[in-house]
Nanobody, 122 residues
């Protein structure tokens, strides 16, 4: 079992920045690829970013690849999402996920955090 807890969400004006954190416990953190997803009201959960188990590979949704950075610190059992140049359309609940493979599909992740809310005002 893996337990994931997101933090760092909040209210920010457009153009601002936030850093989300996801703290993991349970099974060995370094064994898992990690992903960030987000879900806005009335919309499906969408892929944001993913990182391989050793941090050697990353992948981003087109909408965020020039603004967001995913990273991980296996010694701290934590994955991060640095969000810069935030836009109102980034407003969503952001979820951290763990799985066997770096992927863009929610069905390929086994464990999920509770989510942290990000609101970007114009």
């Amino acid at each position: 079992q893996v337990q994931l807890v997101e933090s760092g969400g909040g209210l920010v004006q457009a153009g601002g920045s936030l850093r989300l954190s996801c703290a993991a416990s349970g099974r060995t953190f370094s064994s898992y690829a990690m992903g960030w997803f987000r879900q806005a009201p009335g919309k499906e959960r969408e892929f944001v970013a993913a990182i391989s188990w050793n941090g050697g590979s990353t992948y981003y949704a087109d909408s965020v690849k020039d603004r967001f950075t995913i990273s991980r610190d296996n010694a701290k059992n934590t994955v991060y999402l640095e969000m810069n140049s935030l836009k109102p359309e980034d407003t969503a609940v952001y979820y951290c996920a763990a799985g066997s493979y770096m992927a863009v599909h929610t069905t390929l992740y086994d464990y999920w955090g509770q989510g942290t809310q990000v609101i970007v005002s114009s």
